[in-house]
T-cell receptor, first 120, second 112 residues
């Protein structure tokens, strides 16, 4: 089936540094990428939607200057948490929509394995 | 704005019991509904996906039903096992190009 490779799976960083999370679609064209975050014992909350080659659309309350999303190719999208602080510690997960002509179709969203960010 | 609610928030049962997890959504104009499993500290495992035109889907001991008009879905787990212990998430999509909107989940604990 469709696979989205998400890296790193976990990262610990110091407050004030920036962290980049990558999601790669391995066998399909991810025309749309959705980014979620999940705080402990909470559900997944949509942060932003990005379409390849376009600027991302952010959900209300999500700072676009803090969470930089790049979706420059059909197989790679990145989320950069800039000047991270302890309150940004969370589980970040991407979800890709197949927009190509492949067998997986646009019906199903494929999730990455998630990235756990801990900011000290 | 679509809201997804899952009841109960937590459930503890002895091994072998059949159980039902409930999901409701406020906007019935959905494209599809999906049930996921999430183990502690892990990502998502898709269990069942129901298109808006379908009434139910089955996979092994799992059966999910959808009543779009009333905004409800149930996940039925037959003969529960300790390995079923996890958080179960319900999520809906409005259109093919939109994101999944998740409920807060039901955390299931099955004791042996």
């Amino acid at each position: 089936g469709a696979v989205v490779s998400q890296h790193p799976s976990w990262v610990i960083c110091k407050s004030g540094t920036s962290v980049k999370i990558e999601c790669r679609s391995l066998d399909f064209q991810a025309t749309t990428m959705f980014w979620y975050r999940q705080f402990p014992k909470q559900s997944l909350m949509l942060m932003a939607t990005s379409n390849e080659g376009s600027k991302a659309t952010y959900e209300q309350g999500v700072e676009k200057d803090k969470f930089l999303i790049n979706h420059a190719s059909l197989t790679l999208s990145t989320l950069t948490v800039t000047s991270a602080h302890p309150e940004d510690s969370s589980f970040y997960i991407c979800s890709a929509r197949d927009g190509g002509q492949g067998v997986f179709g646009a019906n199903v969203l494929t999730f990455g394995a998630g990235s756990r960010l801990t900011v000290l | 704005k679509q809201e997804v609610t899952q009841i109960p928030a937590a459930l503890s049962v002895p091994e072998g019991e059949n159980l039902v997890l409930n999901c409701s959504f406020t906007d019935s104009a959905i494209y599809n509904l999906q049930w996921f499993r999430q183990d502690p500290g892990k990502g998502l495992t898709s269990l069942l996906l129901i298109q808006s035109s379908q009434r139910e889907q089955t996979s092994g001991r799992l059966n999910a039903s959808l009543d779009k008009s009333s905004g409800r879905s149930t996940l039925y787990i037959a003969a529960s096992q300790p390995g079923d212990s996890a958080t179960y998430l319900c999520a809906v999509r409005h259109q093919a190009g939109t994101a999944l909107i998740f409920g807060k989940g039901t955390t299931l604990s099955v004791s042996s």
